[in-house]
């Protein structure tokens, strides 16, 4: 087993961790807790991506109330000697898998007073799943009769910026900001109304946990500090469920040493991550192995992240798949919009799946754990884009096919939602 260089103890808040602290913003000064060198294999421990805020219990109260400023924890920043400004870094994905002391995971519907997610018109209530994670088959018992091998993955890994490209994203986030405060209507996609979630999440220092920076840095950087919440050109909070076991994945060098962090644990997650608290998250290790590619950027002309999928499973083989287009669920015509071609798949599979005895939070979930495949299938034919989700017949134990509608048990009553104050 590779050496551990980052280690978590699950029991403690991430403020109290008793070897290195994580951190929660993306900064260029914060500074390295592990130095390796090109071609060393190692091991990183993580915390799940609230840092212990939900439970392993009956209650969705603490996905209704979780602290949104508190997250991503990640461990690192890995410094790697010899990486600089335009090189890229060469990460290889070698295990993946849960802590021992946590070997359970978890999904939620956040609730719209919290955020929401991409359905939160449909699910506005906070519901939670409880996951059993067996090495890299999971199973719920508020989901009954799935179980599956799932698709591991960090759901959030990247390099530190620059300054100036720290400012780049606080800019363009801050206008598009500003935009939507002037004219709500005009930020295409997104809900209105009292209670609609941020068009971006700006630096703030509330909550923010900047590693091993002493106190008065850590405060003035934290002003400026970016959230881990979207994915930007370093990487960062993406969601792909393809970066798993044995994938390798080539990330653009900001800053001296790269600076490599890493955290949200996925257990699995479909494609979109729908749900918002997606995935199955957990706390978890990953063995990684680094090597550098001098003036990579450059010579392969990248800027963003780029990655060779891995070739371990699931290897699913049987799949129902939804399509949806560009018309809203009231009947309006979108031009070309891909945002409600994917919406309308997904509600189309959720409403299947309640003909199987789910309710339609537990199809909602479905969807964010089980590794679903999502596609545009079609942008080119005016007005419509195609866009479809496939869900595979093998993680469930029954037949989901369409062979087999109007044989549904109730599978509702174990799920867990809606517990009041």
Known sequence: MPETRFSVDTERGPDEQPDKTP????????????????????????????????????????????????????????????????????????DLGPLQEMEWGFNGIFSQQNGGGFLTDHFPDAAKTIWDVDGTVVSSRHVPDVRYEGKIHPGLIGTAPSHELLEEWN?????????????PESIQNHPTGEE??????????????????DSDEAEEAAREGARTVPGRENGGNCDIKELSLGTTIYFPVYVEGAKLSMGDMHASQGDGEISFCGGIEMAGYADLRVDVVKDGMEKHGVDHPIFQ????????????????????????QRYMDAHVAYRRAALEAIDYLAKFGYSREQAYMLLSTVPVEGRISGIVD????????????????????????????????????????
């Not at 699931?314 to 129902?320: A, E, I, Q, R, Y």
């Open 23 to 94: 951190h929660n913003r993306w900064h260029p000064d914060i500074p390295a807790t592990v130095s390796v060198k090109p071609g060393d294999t190692f091991r990183l421990e993580m915390l799940d991506w609230t840092g212990g805020q939900i439970h392993n219990d009956e209650n969705p109260n603490d996905i209704r109330d979780v602290e949104l400023e508190q997250v991503h924890y990640l461990s690192g920043p890995v410094e790697v000697e010899g990486a600089e400004p335009g090189d890229l870094l060469k990460v290889e994905l070698l």
């Open 171 to 183: 800019t363009r986030e801050r206008e598009l900001i500003e935009k939507h405060e002037e004219d």
């Open 196 to 213: 609609d979630p941020p068009v971006a999440n700006p630096p703030t220092e509330t909550a923010a946990l900047m590693g091993e920076m």
């Open 309 to 332: 999928p891995g070739h371990r499973g699931p290897d699913f083989s049987d799949w129902v798949t939804f399509e949806g287009y560009s018309v809203t669920e009231d009947g309006e």
């Open 382 to 421: 005016v007005p419509n884009v195609c866009a479809t989700l496939s869900i595979p017949n093998e993680a469930f134990e029954f037949d989901i096919t369409p062979d087999s509608l109007g044989e549904s048990e109730n599978r509702s009553k174990s799920v867990v939602t809606d517990d009041p104050l």
